[in-house]
Structures are given as C-alpha cells and as structure tokens.
C-alpha cells in the first residue's frame, strides 16, 4: 500500500489493527445495549460479516467508515484513468496523491457492500448501513432512534406476513439472556 495516507487515514488504519472494536461500533453497540436490545457480534457465515446481527429483528447493522466506504461517493461516474475523482464528499475526501488508487480501491469496497446487502435482503434481512459520521455525540441519538424505527417498523411488517399464529413463539424470537456486558463487545 503506497504511504500517501492522510493522518486520520493512518489513524483510522492503526485502530483498526490494534482492535476489531473502532469506536464508532462501540458507540452503536452501548446504545444498544442501554436500550435493551441485544444482538450477537462477528456471526460467521453471514454475508459481509455484519458488524452487528440482530436475529431477533433479522437485521444486519454495519457500521462503516466513511472513507473506506465511500459514504457518499459517486465513485461509478468518475474517470480512474485520468486521475479525477468525482464527487468527494464532506466525510470521504479522495487523496489528490495517487488518486487513482484510492477511487479504484473504495470503489471495489462499495461494489463488495453492494453485493453483500443484496444477499442479504434477498434472504429476508433488512440491512442497516450507519455510518461513522453520523455517530458523532451530537447526531448519535438522532441517528439511533432512527434505526430503532426501523427495527421496529421492519419486525412488524415481517411479524404480520407469518402471522397466521399469532401466539406462536420461535425459538430466535426470545430474548437472548446474558449479563455480562463484555459479551456485547462494549465497555459500560
Ligand atoms: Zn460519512
């Protein structure tokens, strides 16, 4: 990988290697967990590796770093060989160095997502997309209540397609029972 890292990039690279827990997950998890949701972390064989499953939900949350995900990107329309990155935004500023790296390289990550999400959704999950900036302190509430609407909203429309018994009770749908907070990847 060419050294033409911004310091936050080199950063954000450097948290990711000293811990799978970035802080912006973190974040997301705590809220969670405060809120009495639980949910199971890393769930192999899941597409994508979702960093949050909710089965209870049948919701995968990822929560993506805006530069490596290109939060906001247009990178499909750009022109790689030329080295013009179309349509930067607020929180994912493609290096003018070696530009044509970076769009080639975010660009492959927002084409794995996609397929990821679509595997998902085609295997009835609702997939959760929160990202890094809309975790900062002031928009994290806003942005939790958001996705606890559409946990909701999701878990209803699903609830009422198989509810022909409506007392039925899965086995997934029960809550998950453990107390010890570390087992939900957060520190309280
Ligand atoms: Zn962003």
């Known amino acids: 990988m060419p050294d033409t ?4 990039q080199r950063h954000y690279c450097m948290s990711r290697i000293r811990s799978k827990d970035t802080t912006p997950e973190k974040r997301v998890r705590r809220w969670l967990w405060r ?6 972390l ?3 064989g899941v597409p994508g590796k979702p960093d949050i499953v909710m089965r209870k939900y049948r919701t995968a949350i990822f929560v993506n770093g805006c530069f490596w995900h290109g939060h906001g990107v247009q990178l499909g329309i750009g022109n790689e060989k ?3 990155s179309a349509g930067d935004s607020a929180c994912c500023k493609i290096p003018k160095t070696n530009s044509e790296f970076w769009v080639a390289k975010i660009r492959r990550n927002q084409e794995r997502d996609r397929k ?3 595997i998902l959704s085609e295997n009835g999950w609702q997939v959760i997309v929160v990202w890094e900036c809309q975790l900062k ?3 994290l509430e806003q942005t939790m209540l958001q996705v606890e609407i559409q946990l909701h909203n999701f ?3 699903t609830f009422n397609r198989r509810s022909k018994s409506y007392i ?3 086995e997934e749908n029960l809550p998950m029972v453990a107390e010890d907070p570390e087992e939900y990847g957060i520190d309280l």
Do not use: A
């Open 168 to 170: 039925r009770i899965e």
């Open 116 to 118: 990821n999400y679509e």
């Open 5 to 8: 890292m911004t310091p936050q």
């Open 155 to 157: 878990y209803l429309k």
């Open 137 to 139: 302190p002031k928009t």
């Open 82 to 84: 030329s080295g013009i």
């Open 42 to 44: 890393n769930v192999k």
């Open 35 to 40: 809120h009495g949701y639980r949910y199971r």
